[in-house]
């Protein structure tokens, strides 16, 4: 196997003194004299090409560099850092590096490749441009073996290093606790969010997130805890939104449950399609981890410390995971050194940038504490989405505390790796759905999504545990199914289906009523209205075969048709002899439709618009066709149900395009109470000095605060009962105060 990498061009891009210290590695016999570059290249590569260079380079190697140089020249000969720490970390090499080493310690690749690019056994690439580096001050993106050392028999007979057959990276410490991951919350709780959106639509904020008071009915709706609970359903309903499940009403501010089958299938695949979609759909979220302040982030952002999109981070660290989940658990330390290609910034920073910023800090200017500076954050970051990622159930964690709060290692969640196994089709075993008799169903043990999103179309949820969910058949919750075409035959032939046992009769009875009220009345939902002036004309229109095969009638002289049969409805009016006005806008239909014929309403077509009929039904008496008249008692009730004088005025100079007459306004203002009601009551009127005699008064008895009323806008006047004048007469004796009764002697 060769490679299109070449050892002359890598050692033409490095500085001279690089080129002679791989010489003097390789142990070349060097003039005395100055030698230049060129001649130095020369030398290496006529060393490099016989063979004495490479065959005295292996004899330095150690088993771990071996092994690294062999999956190299094995595996079509060049490797990001990430993807040969990945291949290496599987192999035996590894296993007995790793009981060399600190067990806290990662397990480094980039020292071992150093190495090899002292020795001049493999080149460097820059991962912008993929051209050789210029400086091994830096460890490079990728590295390869170049095609003349592959073509020396030494190497090219290399045999890629024995796998490990249960390689372990991790010895986890004897304190600390093991906490499991499991997606089946998070993929219950996703249908469950689903169909609250699909009964209530959540009202958003400007920016389209869902609100602190939507969040907590959805939290509370979910049964979570009300401190955490509104963090989870906006991670829930991120993934809703990533899963192509929630429809946004950006005119109304509404986000609602999208019904598509095709996205619905989710419900009823098996568990392993159902993971991998939830890990699709995080994988393409934005947004701040939960344990990082959104300031942080974007100051981070910023300062640009982060040059990737969270989704991107998200996509590499779950990626890496289920690549390397074959070994087991992973230290957060290896994680971090796995995803930024062992040197700080790899992870979070475009190649060029992480370059410059290396470059400059290996010389010891100020940008070393930048470089610990971004060290810190990167770890942050990794350490905050594998919590992340543990949350949703995807990774088993160990941490140190009690707490579960310092993070140390994690792994694919043993849940996971047994969804994956799994047959796509296979359900998991040891649940049921029992129906009792007062109406509640129980979906007991672990029951398939598929199960329970049956169930969400005809109940209500009443409680969540992870044992079973309850749930209780109410009228409310079955209009809903009937509104989605369901009736009462196949809600009870699937209850039957799920609980392997006929209905009890009372609800076998309840839904069958139910079913036959809620047909009493029936919306339909975008057709188009036919009217008539007569019911001799309908009937006749009626006779016609293909008339009658599109047209409902709804009464005497309306019928309804599908707005697709306009065109056959209209050609066969046209065939009777009738050319149909067109009315697109009811409301605008009916200004100037009526005219005064004395004290009624006269219409001025021969089939009044329905919108001109509806109007005057709301407060006028129908006398007879195309004729009503306006009554005390229609008015009155029009009142009733909140339509006043003015509307009703204004409605009817609309209909007639003429200014109400003046008599009319006024009977209108009388038969509706608009002028209010009058009161008569007898009282006296006081006079006293002053207002502060009157109030000083007042505070002295509390009966004389409850009789004298002061009147506004007169100072040191009060009126009284006559009721209570006599009494009012004796205290004020008693106080002695004279009372000069005008009209009395």
């Not at 091994?136 to 030494?154: N, Q």
């Not at 759905?433 to 199960?451: I, K, N």
């Not at 109940?459 to 079955?478: G, K």
């Not at 008064?697 to 009789?707: A, E, T, V």
């Amino acid at each position: 196997m060769t490679t299109g990498l070449s050892l002359r061009e890598a050692l033409q891009a490095y500085v001279r003194p690089i080129v002679e210290s791989i010489a003097q590695n390789l142990k070349l016999e060097l003039p005395s004299s100055y030698v230049r570059k060129s001649e130095l290249i020369d030398l290496l590569c006529q060393a490099v090409e016989d063979g004495t260079a490479v065959r005295t380079a292996l004899e330095m190697l150690d088993p771990v560099a071996r092994a690294i140089l062999a999956l190299l020249a094995t595996n079509e000969g060049v490797a990001s850092l990430s993807q040969l720490a990945q291949r290496f970390l599987m192999t035996e090499a590894a296993q007995q590096m790793r009981k060399e080493v600190s067990p806290s310690q990662p397990l480094l690749v980039s020292e071992v490749v150093y190495l090899l690019l002292r020795l001049g056994l493999v080149v460097g690439l820059r991962e912008q441009t993929g051209s050789y580096v210029h400086s091994l001050d830096i460890i490079p993106f990728a590295v390869g073996v170049p095609k003349e050392v592959m073509a020396v028999p030494a190497v090219a007979s290399l045999a890629s290093p024995p796998q490990a057959s249960n390689p372990q990276l991790v010895d986890l410490p004897e304190t600390g606790q093991i906490v499991p991951g499991d997606p089946t919350p998070i993929l219950r709780q996703l249908l469950f969010l689903w169909h609250e959106l699909r009964r209530q639509p959540a009202k958003l904020l400007r920016d389209g997130s869902l609100g602190k008071r939507e969040s907590r009915r959805l939290a509370q709706a979910l049964a979570l805890d009300e401190t955490t609970g509104m963090e989870r359903v906006a991670t829930l309903y991120a993934l809703l939104q990533a899963l192509g499940m929630v429809e946004v009403d950006t005119a109304a501010q509404l986000a609602r449950a999208w019904e598509d089958p095709g996205v619905m299938q989710i419900w009823t695949s098996g568990p392993a399609a159902q993971i991998e979609a939830i890990i699709r759909a995080y994988s393409t979220l934005e947004g701040s981890p939960d344990r990082i302040p959104s300031a942080d982030l974007k100051q981070w952002y910023k300062r640009r410390y982060i040059h990737h999109s969270m989704s991107i981070l998200r996509q590499r660290v779950i990626s890496l995971l289920l690549e390397m989940q074959g070994v087991g658990w992973l230290s957060v330390d290896q994680i971090v050194s796995l995803l930024n290609e062992e040197h700080t910034g790899g992870l979070l920073l475009e190649a060029g940038t992480r370059e410059s910023l290396l470059e400059n800090a290996s010389k010891g200017t100020g940008w070393a504490y930048v470089l610990g500076e971004l060290r810190v954050i990167e770890y942050t970051i990794v350490e905050a989405l594998l919590q992340e990622q543990h949350r949703l159930g995807l990774l088993d964690a160990f941490y140190h505390d009690a707490e579960a709060q310092a993070l140390y290692a994690v792994r694919i969640s043993d849940a996971v790796r047994q969804f994956e196994e799994s047959p796509p089709t296979s359900v998991s075993a040891g649940w049921s759905v029992v129906l009792q008799p007062d109406f509640q169903v129980l979906a007991l043990g672990p029951t398939p999504s598929s199960v329970l999103a049956t169930i969400e179309g005809f109940t209500e949820r009443e409680s969540v545990d992870p044992s079973v969910v309850t749930y209780r058949i109410t009228h409310e919750s079955t209009y809903g199914a009937f509104q989605r075409g369901e009736t009462a035959d196949t809600l009870l032939a699937q209850l039957s289906e799920l609980t392997h046992a006929e209905p009890p009769q009372n609800v076998r009875r309840s839904l069958e009523a139910w079913y036959a009220q809620y047909e009493r009345i029936v919306v339909h939902r975008q057709v188009t209205i036919l009217h008539v002036d007569s019911p001799a004309l309908l009937e006749a229109l009626m006779r016609d075969p293909e008339l009658a095969r599109h047209v409902h009638p709804i009464d005497a002289t309306t019928a309804w048709f599908h707005p697709s049969a306009a065109g056959v409805i209209e050609a066969r009016l046209m065939e009777h002899g009738h050319l149909a006005a067109k009315v697109k806008d009811i409301v605008e239909a009916r200004r100037e439709s009526v005219r005064w014929q004395g004290d009624e309403l006269e219409s001025v077509r021969a089939a009044p618009g329905l919108g001109t009929i509806g109007t005057l039904a709301r407060f006028a008496e129908r006398v007879s066709e195309g004729h009503w008249r306006l009554t005390p008692e229609r008015v009155q009730r029009a009142a009733g149900l909140g339509i006043d004088a003015n509307i009703i005025a204004r409605w009817l100079e609309e209909l007639t395009g003429a200014s109400l007459p003046s008599r009319w306004r006024t009977r209108l203002r009388a038969w509706t109470g608009y002028f209010g009601q009058a009161r008569v009551a007898h009282v006296r009127l006081l006079q006293f000095e002053n207002t502060a005699a009157l109030d000083e008064l007042r505070s002295l008895d509390r009966r004389l605060k409850r009789w004298l009323r002061p009147l506004p806008d007169a100072p040191g006047y009060a009126t009284v009962s006559d009721a209570h004048w006599d009494e009012l007469q004796d205290i004020l004796g008693e106080l002695g105060i004279a009372l000069d009764i005008e009209g009395e002697p």
